[in-house]
């Protein structure tokens, strides 16, 4: 049996900030498209 102790917590992992912006981007970018698109069908369907 082993008597360390670990509590789960891990050290944060160090992601370059361009990988980050990236990643959001491919995320972002078509959610944006798709909401905006659903926003001006809507409003074509009741305005």
Not at 1 to 7: D, G, K, R, V
Not at 11 to 29: C, D, F, N, R, Y
């Amino acid at each position: 049996m082993s008597t360390a102790h670990t509590t789960g917590a891990q050290a944060p992992a160090k992601v370059s900030t361009g990988k980050l912006a990236v990643a959001w981007a491919l995320v972002g970018v078509p959610l944006a498209y798709g909401i905006y698109q659903t926003l001006t069908r809507v409003a074509a369907l009741f305005g």
